[in-house]
């Protein structure tokens, strides 16, 4: 975060999720998690010794300034094998660029790399499930705080991915993360009844309305069914999951 006011690494740790998210799409590439990626946030290491921990032959580094409505976002693939780039590039623009900006990012490690997409990849790649800068926003925030963890920080979630229903609409991210709120707040004891796990899956059926055969949909589900108690519903959930999307984490 370049910002001038240093406050938007909610903003760059969304975009970087969101790439992430576009990669592990692609059947070539072998794709990180964001937890173990954030893991090496200001870390002294080199680029290489990252690369080595993580096993993987290519790491990309970049940085936001966002200040007012104005973006200017840089991104650089470099090869860990001989610590050298691969690709690099600068975007200007407003927070309404963001969405391209983002594709674009994702399209150019495709190209550089060398891999050819299937028409399949490109639809997933070309998907946003979110459109609106101020739902989007909200939306980063709330992803924040979830992984934050906390009872306040659940609160704010909340709060916050309500706003952006109230601005987007009925949408798949935005119910699948008030479902994840949910199931956040039963699993570390903070609401841990039945009415918490009726709301999280309240949402979830959601999803799965807007989007049958959702990946993160079953998985869900197989969370609520794990804590119910039921493993055996849980397990075949969790393998609908991986045949709807054998990359999800």
């Not at 990309?60 to 007012?68: F, H, L, Y």
Request: charged share 30%; with cysteine.
């Amino acid at each position: 975060d370049l910002s001038p006011q240093k406050d938007q690494e909610y903003f760059c740790d969304g975009m970087t999720e969101e790439i992430i998210t576009d990669l592990s799409h692609v059947n070539e590439l072998q794709v990180i998690s964001r937890s173990s990626a954030m893991t090496f946030r200001g870390s002294p290491k080199t680029v290489r010794d990252i690369a080595k921990d993580l096993n993987v032959r290519y790491v990309m580094e970049g940085s936001v300034r966002k200040a007012g409505n104005d973006l200017r976002i840089t991104a650089q693939l470099i090869d860990a094998t001989n610590d050298a780039h691969v690709w690099a590039e600068k975007y200007s623009g407003n927070l309404d660029d963001v969405f391209d900006i983002q594709e674009r990012v994702s399209r150019s490690i495709v190209d550089a790399l060398k891999i050819k997409l299937s028409s399949g990849e490109i639809e997933k790649i070309s998907e946003r499930l979110i459109d609106n800068v101020q739902a989007y926003d909200y939306y980063l925030r709330a992803k924040r705080d979830i992984f934050e963890c906390t009872p306040d920080a659940l609160k704010r979630a909340l709060r916050d991915l309500e706003a952006a229903l109230s601005v987007l609409g009925e949408n798949v991210l935005l119910n699948q993360g008030l479902a994840e709120v949910h199931l956040h707040n039963y699993e570390y004891g903070f609401k841990s009844d039945e009415e918490t796990l009726q709301k999280a899956e309240e949402y979830t059926r959601k999803v799965i309305r807007l989007k049958p055969k959702s990946a993160e949909g079953y998985y869900l589900l197989g969370r609520i069914e794990r804590f119910r108690g039921s493993v055996i519903k849980a397990i075949g959930y969790f393998r609908s999951a991986l045949a709807t999307d054998p990359n999800h984490s």
